[in-house]
């Protein structure tokens, strides 16, 4: 980027089944939190223009959720503000235009949020239909039945990870026990209970070979972070974050043109991209946020961001390398299995985790830094045909 | 912006009831017209990102367009792309995000496309509830008969026009049948016939004191331009148009947090901002795009943007002054009203009009240059609270 890009504050709300809070309050909650936590100070007036990132707005009733609703409801009226949706990465795609647009130069100080609400509508209305393939991810309503939403597609991969990989059910339900433990620490999470091998394989069959604990649940939520030119950014943060790499991949649209189901190319692009914007390789990465929307996922990102070869995510997982205090912590938050998956909420829900570790403040599941980078990636849309990658620095 | 930019290529199709063309026909048609606009040849594959405007993907049946639903239809797979959704405005948004994105110095060339299928769905599922405000500006479709939609909105502003500012009906006609006079030159316009005075006035009232031919139509149709980092447009283009203002500007997302319904400020901001980026005044623009959704919308643009004094506009019109040869023409293209309205569509078709003007190819709509300046303005949402503005010169 021509303009180096600094995050001085990240703010979200618990994710969880929040039918006691309209868009609004979780809106609202969300960059308030966001505000607070830049550590010097900040006037809410000095930012100067702002990304929204909501998925469901126009699908399940809620009305359009164009720009202005946001500046409206955080009374910050008359600034630039545009809708992003981008499918399950509308979240990190939300911050990489927060990114941009500070890069640009138009703007020094901006903000990014992402909200979602999902459970307060009822089945027939909900997500999997008419998302045609993501936000399907539990099993309350009927999209799963009919063959469609994110289970039936995801449920194919892991067949053929299955199949290609000789992956297993227990490979699986080991990313499911993980990431619960991990959500045990995170005070955001939406689940924060421990589970077991025999829970999750013994849940019902979602669709086969997925079990209702390989999928994560549908949440509401909301989360923001500020972001600012990198030479201004320590007038506002005593820990400020560097954004040192920022990208979106895309692929195929239909899953009849795709080529494997053991790896999704616009992971495999968005963090090429990422890399070498960032001028770092995967092993110079500390910890990473990935997008396990179903357990298998997980490990077919750890494998396309490049941080381990293709067949080889499921063995190093049960050698313990991806756990809180492994070689490499993969979700340290919970992930969206137990932390939530409010779609555009999500992606700036991995940069507050990211952050938040990267500044050494995330307590009983910090994670140790060697290099001072951690990663947020977001896969999703039809085909899962669309991923964001973002790599955070504690130094530029 | 720090990065200067310059459009290189604009395509668009047709505006109209396009019932015998999908959106991905549509979309294919833009692309390979704004490819072929490049007029000294350009590779698909030099096009490194994009931004696709769809405003209508969620509302109404036609699934999740998110980004790669664009880079699959137009074979380039694998860049990063992201769905905007502003309101009405989303078209000259979209264009905006493009600037950004090579402003940031990310990406040397991009393409922002705009698409909207409009007269596909059933009056019941069509855009007026929905949409909440924005989108309904068209007597088929039932959200004005309870009182929601465009015309109910705009009809209060109307109205508020003709008690303070003294405008009447006859001059709310002029504007339609000046814009239809404009688009009977314009081969992309969706209606390009002639009315006259009586007609306006003799036709149904959609809202008192709005009638039919007050309201542009609902229209399908899909608009492309493709922009790049201004030092390498001459190798692309032997007329490059350098993009010298861009903006957003937001207000109160609630008809009754309003102060005024004379004036909007989303439009008088974003104005305001993108001249101050410009450096330049109104009175150095030689003719402007206009979102005269509703006749009555375009006299208030035509003084929120700062042509002229509030109050002054609808006697200047009948004065000539915005007419195809007058002092400052608007809407040479025909505008909203008969060049058509296909929502994330509307403010491309209105850049590739502003482009084809400035590089003098407008043909017998062609209005007389002086400063080589013009500009492209889009405003809706709920309560008509967000306004992008672009403003476009032969010279940097």
Not at 20 to 47: F, H, R, T, W
Not at 49 to 66: L, T
Not at 227 to 236: F, N, P, S
Request: glycine share 12%; charged share 20%; with cysteine.
């Amino acid at each position: 980027m021509r303009g180096k890009v600094a995050v001085i504050g990240v703010g979200m709300i618990r994710f969880g089944e929040l039918f006691e809070k309209s868009l609004e309050n979780m809106i609202q909650e969300a960059y308030l939190n966001c505000l607070k936590n830049v550590d010097m100070g900040i006037d809410p007036k000095e930012i100067k223009a702002a990304w929204f990132g909501q998925w469901s707005g126009g699908f399940i009733g809620q009305g359009a959720q164009s720009g202005h609703s946001l500046t409206s409801m955080i009374g910050n009226r008359n600034i630039p503000c545009t809708r992003l949706e981008n499918a399950c990465p509308t979240g990190g795609d939300t911050f990489r235009h927060a990114c941009l647009g500070v890069a640009s130069g138009l703007y020094d100080v901006v903000l990014a949020l992402g909200a979602e609400k999902m459970r307060d509508k009822p089945s027939a209305e909900s997500l999997g239909g008419a998302g045609g393939g993501g936000g399907a991810e539990t099993g309350n309503h009927p999209a799963w039945m009919i063959g469609q939403g994110g289970p039936a597609i995801q449920a194919m991969h892991a067949t053929r990870q299955m199949h290609e990989l000789g992956y297993t059910m227990e490979d699986y339900a080991r990313v499911a026990v993980k990431n619960h433990h991990n959500g045990t620490f995170c005070p955001y999470a939406h689940y924060q209970f421990e589970i077991t091998m025999e829970r999750v394989l013994n849940s019902p069959v979602i669709c086969w070979p997925l079990h209702l604990f390989d999928c994560c649940p549908q949440t509401d939520g909301a989360a923001a972070a500020i972001v600012c030119r990198a030479d201004l950014a320590k007038k506002y943060s005593s820990k400020p974050v560097y954004v040192i790499g920022s990208n979106v991949g895309t692929d195929h649209h239909q899953l009849w043109d795709r080529n494997s189901f053991i790896e999704q190319q616009s992971t495999v692009k968005a963090a090429l991209g990422a890399f070498e914007m960032a001028g770092i390789k995967p092993k110079d990465v500390d910890f990473a946020e990935l997008h396990d929307c179903f357990t298998n996922t997980e490990l077919m990102n750890i494998e396309d961001v490049g941080f381990v070869r293709k067949g080889e995510a499921a063995k190093r997982l049960s050698d313990g390398e991806f756990d809180l205090n492994g070689r490499l912590p993969i979700n340290p938050s919970g992930g969206l299995k137990a932390h939530g998956h409010p779609i555009a909420a999500t992606g700036l829900g991995q940069i507050f985790e990211v952050v938040t570790q990267l500044r050494g403040e995330a307590d009983k599941r910090q994670v140790k830094l060697k290099n001072g980078i951690g990663l947020q990636q977001n896969v999703g849309g039809p085909a899962f045909g669309v991923c964001a990658v973002n790599i955070l620095s504690r130094s530029l």
